[in-house]
């Protein structure tokens, strides 16, 4: 028994890649500080000459690492991204070597959150988390108007009552 569902064809933001370039950029940034302030240490403590070249092949492959990381997942990660929500399923696709197909049902939605971090917050982007009882799912970077439209259209479809007006019954 097969279900026919149709790809998700819906994207995320173009300034996901800004997003992530930056966070990404940060990130192996402080990885090659810290390599360089081990160096440092190791030639100004005498440490073993092997220690050395083990931090200078570290340093190697952090550039690699940030090369990718920085320039090309980004990109990639956006013109893969998909997403489709409808009365029944949410669809979450990404991925170019592994593609990564998730199908949640609309029945098993426990709740729905958005998130924003300081980078986020500088392109009025949101990322929508969506929880199920074991696991939880991420749409990234979505403009702010779509992205509490869509909260609001899967905490109506999954049924799910707000917290605040379930605090106002309870005596």
Not at 29 to 44: E, S, T, W
């Amino acid at each position: 028994m097969y279900i026919n569902i149709e790809e998700p064809t819906r994207r995320i933001s173009p300034d996901a890649v800004r997003v992530w370039r930056l966070s990404n950029f940060i990130m192996e940034a402080i990885v090659f500080l810290v390599i360089c302030v081990l160096l440092f240490a190791g030639n100004h403590f005498g440490w073993w000459q092997w220690v050395t070249w083990l931090l200078w092949g570290a340093i190697g492959i952090s550039l690699l690492s940030s090369f990718y990381s920085v320039w090309f997942e980004p990109a990639w990660l956006q013109k893969t991204w998909r997403y489709e929500i409808d009365e029944e399923y949410i669809q979450l696709q990404y991925g170019r070597f592994n593609t990564h197909h998730t199908l949640i049902p609309m029945a098993k939605v426990e709740y729905v959150t958005t998130n924003q971090g300081p980078f986020l917050r500088k392109y009025d982007l949101y990322d929508l988390t969506i929880g199920t009882v074991t696991s939880s799912h991420k749409i990234p970077a979505i403009p702010k108007e779509q992205a509490l439209a869509l909260r609001a259209q899967i905490g109506v479809l999954a049924k799910i009552k707000d917290s605040d007006e379930e605090m106002d019954v309870a005596p």
